[in-house]
């Protein structure tokens, strides 16, 4: 079910439950600011989900909440972990779901790291 990119944070959701690791997961990268792991429902080959290690609900929230220390830590991290799975030269889509329209279904601010098959369009036209 589909959320608001801007209700407050809660700690219940299952990323902050991983986060803190009430729930296993395979971990595929962890730093200072960003955890990465398999998406428990993949819809390609590569389908990794990164999350920031901070109390945020969305992009929305991230972008003007997160100090520019997480900012840019995150952002590497995405990247690391591209690297790391060795999609790079091949190519992979970075999504995000943010509220309501864009089918936003977990509390917490993530990306989708996709790849291993061609991607085809971003989108479809709507009529």
Do not use: W
């Amino acid at each position: 079910m589909p959320i608001n990119g801007l209700d407050a944070y809660d700690d219940g959701n299952i990323f902050a439950k991983i986060l803190r690791k009430e729930i296993p997961v395979e971990v595929i990268y962890e730093d200072d600011y960003a955890f990465a792991f398999p998406d428990i429902a993949p819809q390609v080959p590569v389908h990794v989900l990164v999350i920031p290690k901070g109390r945020y609900v969305s992009f929305a929230d991230f972008s003007a909440q997160a100090s520019e220390t997480e900012i840019a830590g995150f952002t590497r991290a995405v990247g690391k972990v591209a690297r790391q799975l060795g999609v790079e030269e091949s190519g992979y889509r970075v999504i995000s779901n943010s509220g309501l329209n864009a089918g936003q279904e977990v509390p917490h601010y993530h990306v989708h790291l996709c790849a291993g098959a061609p991607l085809g369009r971003l989108l479809q036209k709507s009529a």
